[in-house]
């Protein structure tokens, strides 16, 4: 079965970076688009970007753009959201989720969420 | 990209149907077939109910329907049981490689 496990909270101070991964298993990786969604505390769902694990291409909300970073690793079926330039309504829990073949319905699949908490 | 407007709210006793609106415009609902909706218990990840507009994925029940007009999209809940309280998000894709999420519903079982 398909299954997404992303890695632990994190705790970070404003200004700094985060990284989190999201391990796929179960499927062919390189076959789906992989998108990464966020939920602030108390709050509805803001797409951020996605990314195509066979050829590395990316798309990203304007609103991350030049703060967002989307990576891959196909030798181990991880792929990464970097957020940089942290501010406090970075606060949230970061979803990877699993697209179809054409990338345009996201969230076949889901990951469990990362709570990445910003505060000095 | 603007989000897509829903009700905050809808409430339904249970076995009635519930109904719920996901407007935006013709750059994102009105222009593509790509309208999806997801449900959403507290402290749970979302999960896919509706895609395509109207299309369901494996395990969903039928209970659960989608359609769209012009520039709207609708998810209708028939036999409301006490498990599909949650919260509902639409989305739709929005052109140019941008996807879009709707406020948001909370489903409410009397």
């Known amino acids: 079965q398909v299954q997404l496990v992303q890695s632990g909270a994190e705790v970070k101070k404003p200004g700094a970076s985060v990284k989190v991964s999201c391990k796929a298993s179960g499927y062919t990786f390189t076959g789906y688009y992989m998108h990464w969604v966020r939920q602030a505390p108390g709050q509805g769902l803001e797409w951020m970007g996605r990314i195509n694990p066979n050829s590395g291409g990316t798309n990203y909300a304007q609103k991350f753009q030049g703060r967002v970073t989307m990576t891959r690793d196909t030798s181990i079926s991880t792929a990464y959201m970097e957020l940089s330039r942290l501010r406090s309504d970075d606060t949230a829990v970061y979803y990877c989720?699993?697209?179809?073949?054409?990338?345009?319905?996201?969230?076949?699949?889901w990951g469990q969420g990362t709570l990445v908490t910003v505060s000095s | 990209q603007s989000a897509l407007t829903q009700p905050p709210s809808a409430s339904g006793s249970p076995g009635q149907s519930v109904t719920i609106s996901c407007t935006g415009t013709?750059?994102?609902?009105?222009?593509?077939?790509?309208v999806s909706w997801y449900q959403q218990h507290p402290g749970k990840a979302p999960k896919l109910m509706i895609y395509?507009?109207?299309k369901r994925p494996s395990g969903v029940p039928d209970r659960f329907s989608g359609s769209k007009s012009g520039n709207t999209a609708s998810l209708t809940v028939s036999g409301l049981q006490a498990e599909d309280e949650a919260d509902y998000y639409c989305s739709s894709y929005a052109g140019s490689n941008n996807f879009v999420f709707g406020t948001g519903t909370k489903v409410t079982v009397l």
């Open positions: 013709s750059s994102d609902v009105g222009g593509y077939n790509y």
């Open positions: 989720a699993r697209a179809d073949i054409v990338g345009a319905t996201m969230g076949l699949d």
């Open positions: 395509e507009v109207s």
